[in-house]
Every structure is written in C-alpha cells, then in structure tokens.
C-alpha cells in the first residue's frame, strides 16, 4: 500500500435459535477487547485480520464477543455492545471497519441484529467509509445488511472449512477498494422459501448450485465474489429464504440474470432439498453390527447445540441404556443441576439422579445411576479443524459412568461435542468405545475424521427442522408452506437507498 490505512475491526458472532426457550445473556458470551483478540483462532476474523496485517494496515481492534449457537440474546446486552461498538468509531474515526458477523443472530427485541447494527455504523460514518463483513452461508440476509455494506460475502463450504479465506477476501477487498482498485457493487436475488435440507455443499443440489456459481465467476471478470447464503432455519422472519449475492468491480449489467439464474435454481430443484437419516435404532444397529467401523460419531440431529439446540436430550442415552446393553459410548447432557449434584459428590462417588430435559419441550428426564468419574471446570481448547484453536466451556462438568459402559457428561452449558476434545478433556477414551454422540449436524465430520464414523440419526429437537413442528407467522418452508410461484428479482445495493434500482425477472 501506498499508505497504511487505519482499519477498525470487530468480531460479534451468535447464530440465534427463537424456539430455545432460554435468551441468551451476557454471561454465554466470551467477550476479549483489545490487542489480544488479533491471536483469535476464529476463521473469518483470523483471515480478515492476518491480511490486513500483510498488508501493513493499522488495525485498530475493538472486541471479539461470541457464543454458542443458543437462544436469542438479550436485546439490553446487544445494545451495550452496539453502542461500544459506536463509540470506538466515534474515537478512532477508521478509514474502513471489518466485521466478523454470523449473520443469523437475533435478539429478544429484534430478529435481524446484524442489519440494525450495520444501519447504525452506516448512519454515523457516512457513504466513503467502507464498511466489509464476513459471514456464515447460513446468514439470515436481508435488504438491511446488504445497503449499509460495500462488502458483505461468505464462506463457501459446508462444513465450514473456508472461514479463513473469506476473511481473507474481505480484507482484500476493502485494501482494494480504499485504494481505488475496487468499486464494490453488490446484486442480490431473494427466493421466499426456506429448503428443509439438503445443506452440504459437497454433493446433491447444493454442489451443482455452488458449481454453476464458479463457473458463472470464471468466465465473468468484473465478479469478485458470489455467496449463496442458504439462510437460517430458526428465525421467523419476511425476508427469510435463499439469498444468492454477486459481488462486481463496477456496475455491470449482466450480473442481475446471473444472480437470478442462481436463485431460480433452488425454486426449480426444491423437491431435492430433504436430507435422508437414520432412525435411532438404525443408528445403533449400525453400531452394534458393525465392530470394524467403531468408534462411531452420532449425529443427535434434533438437539444440535451448534443449531442453538439446549443439548439437553436423552433420546440416544435412554436408546443406549435400554435396548443395547452391549454397546460402550459417550454423550453431553446440559443439566447444570445435576452436574453440581454429582460434583458436590465426588470423584468416586455413587449417584443417583434425574437428567436432562430441562429445556426443551416435550422433553423428559432419565433417571441415571453410576459413578463419578471426572468433575472439572469444563472449560478446553477445541482441537479443529472448525474452531480448532478456540477456547470453550461446558461450565462445570461431571462424568457419570452408568451401567459400567455409558460416560454421561452432565454440562452446566450446552457443550460443543462437535470436537473431539470435548470427550478427551474430561479423561474420556474415544478409542476405547463403540460411539459418541456429537450435538451438531456437519462440521463434526470435520473434527473426527479418521477417529470416528460419521452416523447422522433422525431425533427429536429444536435443533432441526421437522414439518409440522414448529409454527412460523412469516417464513414460508417448502413443502409445509403452500408457495406460489415467486417472482424472483435481482437488486442493486449501495449505501445510498435512492440507487437501489430493482431489476426484475421473473421465475
């Protein structure tokens, strides 16, 4: 660079589950300020951050504020955060602001945080700062977020194994645009319609969606990016649905129809978009009959923490405990009283005790009986390759070994089972049983691979959508929803609304 550009950058990550019963408060979030945050491990801010550095930026950090997928965060601590937020850009007065946002972080007052947030950074800095985030493809995006940002793209892949690397590309993006290389426009196509399934970006309808976006890229110059964004299932919302997003060096006139091609597709090929589990006793029938495959890793799809799930299932427990009495494993169990009851007992101790469904309706509680194996603080370093690096806490944690096979891991917090560390920080022996039980849909197959097989099973929960489960006012799932034909159109976004023209074409 030709100067050093003073660059503000701040990291605000939830994914925010409205049917958790429980909000989630302050003291769910880890919140680090200053200096420190720059060693983050996390992927989009650790990318966007490096990069800068690179590029001999002064980076002028602020916070780095996240927690686990949960409820809805409690709107009086989301404002003290906006406001901190605010005042480090009053006091700094940046040449351009990095975030690292998820995207689908709703509040108890507010359903699109992150457009509320960007509509007031936007307000107070004007239309020549460049404002660039990176986010989660499972951002909720709406017409907010994109016109009060010149950069707003996302990770490509799920499992998310390209954090980095749009954080990267968010900080070129914005070195390029302040050095009058880049003239960021944004187009974006909007389908009303969520998709039940189907979200691995690696194969079925989604691959082919991502493959024709590369294409569409390679052959076009001018695009700098395009991010389909595959939404959120848990938010009620009337912009709730797939989004797909080309990012261009000035405005180019093509870029409407691709954007709408690439939305049309999910209307044209929802029929595709379900995904094929596992009954609960397929899955432990796998395990049971397959001894070469072990250990295994169980997908408990319904209650994934990391879809903001409570994590207080006993579905797969009481599964293990009464019809495979021949199988060892492991799981989490969030009961933050009865991890204090068998740590108040101690190492070695003999209990008794209900478990479980403290959150989650229509849930039930298992009464378990064992010995304590292990109590600890619960707080460890996950392993990765997602999140790998980071610190999290399970609050304090006890191990319960019931019917001399089952290690229950009774967790004040919802734990985040998806790494192995979660099990080997608490003394458990992955190599030495037949399955686990990771609360998370895809990105455990990231952090266990070659120590587990992946099983994905078909459970109850908050955590993943089933028809007819769940009532929603405003977002529209296929095939629950009857849904129209809808007109999908192409938007241009700038910071200023008057140069939104909408471009349509129909579907």
Request: net charge negative; aromatic share 8%.
């Amino acid at each position: 660079m030709s100067e050093s550009y003073r660059i503000l950058v701040a990291r605000l990550y939830h994914e925010s589950n409205r049917l958790n019963p429980e909000a989630t408060g302050e003291a769910r979030f880890l919140v680090e300020r200053g200096h420190e945050i720059l060693r983050s491990p996390s992927g989009v801010f650790k990318g966007l951050t490096g990069t800068l550095a690179a590029a001999d930026a002064v980076i002028e950090p602020v916070f780095s504020a996240g927690a686990p997928p949960s409820g809805l965060v409690d709107h009086v601590f989301y404002l003290r955060l906006r406001e901190e937020l605010l005042d480090a850009v009053r006091s700094m007065k940046p040449d351009a602001i990095g975030l690292e946002l998820h995207g689908a972080m709703g509040t108890t007052a507010t359903p699109d945080a992150e457009g509320d947030l960007l509509q007031a950074l936007r307000h107070l800095v004007g239309p020549d700062i460049p404002i660039g985030i990176g986010l989660d493809l499972h951002a909720h995006v709406t017409g907010r977020m994109l016109d009060n940002t010149d950069i707003c793209i996302a990770c490509k892949e799920n499992p998310h194994s390209d954090t980095v690397e749009c954080g990267q590309r968010v900080a070129e993006f914005l070195i390029a645009q302040l050095e009058g290389r880049l003239n960021p426009v944004t187009v974006s196509a909007f389908v009303p319609m969520t998709l039940p399934g189907a979200q691995e970006t690696a194969s079925g309808p989604l691959a082919e969606i991502h493959a024709k976006a590369r294409e569409y890229a390679t052959c076009n110059f001018s695009i700098k990016d395009i991010s389909i964004f595959n939404s959120f299932r848990f938010v009620d919302n009337d912009e709730m649905g797939q989004v797909v997003t080309i990012l261009s060096d000035g405005r180019d006139s093509g870029t409407p129809t691709l954007a709408v091609d690439l939305a049309k597709r999910f209307w044209t090929e929802r029929d595709r978009f379900k995904d094929d589990f596992l009954t609960v006793d397929e899955s432990f029938e796998l395990v049971q009959n397959s001894p070469e495959k072990r250990p295994f890793v169980i997908a408990d799809m319904g209650d994934r923490v990391l879809a903001g799930a409570p994590g207080d299932s006993t579905i797969l427990l009481s599964a293990a405990l009464d019809h495979y009495p021949r199988t060892r494993g492991a799981l989490t169990i969030t009961d933050p009283t009865a991890a204090a009851r068998a740590g108040e007992a101690g190492v070695g101790a003999s209990v008794t005790l209900p478990v479980g469904a403290g959150y989650t309706p229509g849930f039930r509680p298992r009464t378990i009986s064992g010995r304590v194996e292990h109590v600890s603080d619960g707080e460890f370093v996950l392993d990765g390759p997602f999140h790998g690096g980071e610190h999290s806490s399970m609050g304090q944690t006890a191990v319960v070994l019931v019917d001399e096979r089952i290690h229950v891991l009774l967790t004040s917090k919802p734990a985040y089972s998806h790494d192995p560390a979660a099990y080997t920080s608490q003394g458990v022996a992955l190599e030495s049983l037949d399955f686990v039980v990771a609360k998370s849909g895809y990105h455990f197959t990231l952090n266990f691979a070659g120590r587990a097989t992946p099983v994905l099973a078909n459970t109850p929960g908050v955590g993943y959508y089933s028809k007819g489960q769940f009532k929603y006012s405003k977002s529209r799932f296929w095939p629950e929803h009857e849904i129209p034909v809808p007109e999908i159109v192409a938007r241009q976004h700038s910071v200023c609304a008057s140069q939104n023209p909408v471009s349509k074409v129909s579907a």
